[in-house]
């Protein structure tokens, strides 16, 4: 006698935890970016975010034709996911305010067993710029990576003349910590100002934090309950 076996379909958490992780202030919701959300990425990303002359970004991807920018981005955030191990990791966070996607937040480390260090970056769509969401949403990422994560430290960098950027990182608490000259552009030099923020020097916001699936995303990453500090 044969055994009808039940079967269901995989989600997309299953075949990959981060899918699951989702986190929510007043205003904002992030959520690892899945391949469905990619279309609005590039609409938001061809609708504007920095002016032509000014790139803020360490590799110029926005200066792609808008042709090539759709292919590049899916791109990017595929080779995020397959390149993603314990040692190396890349959290790539859409930003939702309501029901737009505004822009990108990302969290990675290297060595996050060791360091107990961070990284950011991030961008906002013109449209969504001046409202206070840059601080919002990366104090989300923040608080996750120090409450849930238990990491020690985070670093950033912006050009030097990207005060708006430098602004948000002083607000929250961040330190100077040293300048590089860089090549963003090519043939022009550009000055990036290093910053690092420790745990306790963290400039809290007032409004708590609400984080889904962070057990299956740690556990991913190789970080047990045991090391995170709730």
Sequence with gaps: MFRWLELRMISEAELWPPFELQLSTPRLRLRVIRDGDI????????????????MPFSFPWTQAPDDELPTNTAQH??????????DRWSLQFGVWQEDEFI???????SNFHTLKTVITGS???QGAQGRGFG????????SYAFDYLGADAAESEAASWNSSSLGVSHSLGYTDNGILRHSWTPGKITEA????LKAEAFARPAWPLAVTGSEATAAYLGITPANIAR
């Design 135 to 142: 601080k919002e949403m990366r104090s989300a990422v923040l």
């Design 77 to 86: 955030v595929w080779r995020a996911r397959a390149e993603m191990s314990k």
């Design 103 to 109: 822009g990108c937040q990302d969290l990675g480390a």
């Design 123 to 125: 961008w906002l769509r």
């Design 193 to 196: 100002q290093q910053l690092r």
């Design 39 to 54: 279309p609005a990425m590039v609409d938001a990303a061809l609708s504007g975010i920095h002016p032509p002359e000014a």
